[in-house]
């Protein structure tokens, strides 16, 4: 989700100049991607055929998809397989990749080892409707770890996408519909969970993500034009970010709208991966701007998000912020419009707070906040955009407030902003702010 | 306005190919002489967040692109055609984010237009002649 402008009006201009002539007759080629497309539920009758290192008829994941028809069972045993796979096309519909959905950790797509573009992503589902996915665990991505798009649902399950080379984790891109359930992303350099591009419904479906645990990632969950989603019961810490919808230009169908972020858990997301980190970060430059380290939860543009009932604690810049997307070349989608952000529980009852609780900049209209407990500090400080749910009419702008996330985001150090306070343990759990530092469990 | 780094590679790109074409114009005008088709040549196109640079070519008929992705690991992108001349396949890359080479020839004269499947805004244009 990273944005680059760029200055092309006179190359463009120069092109134009040049006047190159070519042939009249032209091919247009259907899009990417259609999902929404009719794809036949198969009537069967259905096989399973079985994947592992000795003893099956399949010696090789991709070798048994390709033989698989719509609706078919691969079935894969315990084990490492350095090896991408690709499920592409609607002969491909309703079929069933599963390992062990008790352990997912059994069953390894290992992509290390691999050259390009073999170790780009390890499981790509292209163009092929409604396939479960479930029980992997996957390492050594130079792209994605399991990617769905172009697709009409699809089922993610137990699933495991350990980095640390690649991009996203667990991604669903250009898809409508679906679910992502009991899984975990880690040490990827963008983000952990992604849903991006999703097209707009007149009868939207609801992608339902439950029980997911994102750690350790630039950003726990990249939202970029994200729609009819709802993540709940699902713990995001240890990243730069927690939970960042967001409006993005260089996608299709700006914003981000109509998500739903319940009842998780958004922590001690300050890891400051601009210091030190297993995988590649990328230097910023005059034409990005990277998310600074220590949000929770950030609405970046955006309408009709609801953002409720979550704890929020230990977050050193901010627990919950909203913005303008002010970076937006679609002028109309600029705005946030219609978000409500209530009956959050913010600082863990004072034990682990939160920098900044709530930061808004009191842009665009009928966004409400509130009521939330726990709140101890607000920006700007006087509360005035934070107007109690429900709302309606143009909120306050704060151009201060705007002004201080932008520093936020060009501030060198990536934490002067930060607001340090103490953390409330949890077992099992070690803050990750410094990776060099870091007493935690490091990838391989 | 500035010109951005990659505004000026592709300036100097499109230079390049407008001096590349001078010499078959000049060619066209001389009387009783057949006009010789220029050589093939190959042209590398870098792969970035989020563009493609430089962002327009033109070439011989017959000529090979290299789209290159950077070491370093980056968004991930694709190369698809989108539009090109009467006759031509539909071709497209891997999805990828760092250390992939995709090469095509291309061998029918039109214009091709490229984007990335995953970036609405990373486009590029070639024209073969």
């Known amino acids: ?444 | 306005m500035t010109l951005t780094k990659h505004a000026k590679i592709a300036l100097s790109a499109l230079a390049v190919s407008a001096i590349a074409l001078a010499p078959a114009a000049a060619g066209a005008g001389a009387a009783g002489k057949k006009k010789k088709a220029p050589k093939p040549v190959t042209e590398k196109v870098g792969i970035f967040d989020n563009y493609y640079e430089p962002a327009k070519l033109t070439v011989p008929k017959g000529s090979t692109i290299k789209w290159e992705w950077p070491i370093t690991t980056g968004d991930t992108h694709d190369v698809t055609l989108d539009k090109g001349p009467k006759g031509v396949k539909k071709f497209e890359s891997e999805i990828a984010a760092s250390e992939y080479v995709y090469t095509k020839k291309l061998t029918v004269a039109g214009k091709y237009h490229i984007i990335c499947s995953l970036h609405e805004e990373m486009v590029m244009d070639i024209t073969v002649r």
């Open chain 1, 1 to 444: 989700m990273r944005t680059r402008s760029r200055t092309a009006v006179l190359l463009t201009a120069l092109a134009a100049t040049l006047c190159v002539t070519a042939p009249a007759l032209a091919a247009d080629y259907p899009a990417p991607g259609k999902p929404g497309a009719i794809q036949k539920k198969p009537k069967g009758p259905f096989k399973t055929l079985k994947v592992c290192a000795s003893g099956c008829k399949f010696k090789t994941i991709q070798s048994a998809v390709n033989k698989a028809k719509a609706g078919d069972t691969v079935k894969v045993g315990d084990g490492t397989y350095k090896e991408s796979v690709k499920i592409t096309g609607p002969s491909k519909r309703y079929l069933k990749l599963i390992g062990n959905a008790a352990d997912p950790s059994k069953v390894v797509i290992d992509l290390s080892s691999l050259k390009a573009p073999k170790n780009q992503n390890s499981v790509l589902i292209n163009a092929a409707n409604e396939v479960t996915l479930q029980g992997f665990t996957t390492e050594g991505y130079r792209g994605n770890g399991f990617f769905v798009t172009n697709a009409t649902g699809y089922t993610f399950a137990n699933l495991r996408a350990m980095g640390p080379t690649g991009v996203y984790g667990i991604y669903a891109f250009n898809a409508i519909g679906g679910s992502m359930r009991d899984s975990e992303a880690h040490w990827n350099n963008d983000g952990g969970f992604y849903i991006g591009q999703t097209p707009p419904q007149d009868k939207p479906v609801r992608t339902i993500v439950t029980n997911i645990s994102s750690s350790e990632n630039v950003l726990g969950w990249s939202g970029s034009n994200m729609r009819y989603v709802t993540i709940t019961k699902s713990r995001f810490y240890n990243n730069g970010l927690g939970l960042v919808p967001n409006a993005l230009t260089s996608e299709k169908y700006p914003p981000e709208e109509a998500n739903v972020i319940s009842d998780n858990d958004v922590f001690w997301n300050n890891f400051n991966y601009f210091n030190g980190a297993p995988f590649e970060v990328r230097p910023p430059t005059g034409e990005s701007t990277p998310y600074p380290p220590g949000v929770g939860i950030l609405l970046f543009g955006g309408r009709t998000n609801v953002v409720e009932n979550n704890r929020v604690f230990g977050n050193y810049l901010a627990g919950i912020g909203a913005i303008q997307q002010f970076l937006l070349k679609d002028a109309s989608a600029k705005d946030l419009i219609g978000n409500q952000v209530k009956n959050n529980v913010l600082g863990a009852g004072g034990a682990d707070p939160n920098g900044r609780d709530l930061v808004y900049d009191g842009n665009g209209s009928n966004n409400c906040w509130g009521p939330n407990t726990g709140v101890q500090t607000t920006t700007p400080a006087d509360g005035g955009p934070f107007v109690p749910c429900p709302f309606t009419g143009a909120n306050t702008f704060n151009a201060a407030t705007q002004s201080e996330m932008v520093n936020w985001a060009l501030d060198p150090t990536h934490q002067q902003y930060w607001i340090v306070g103490p953390h409330a343990p949890i077992a099992g759990l070690v803050p990750l702010e410094n990776y060099n530092t870091w007493t935690g469990t490091k990838p391989r």
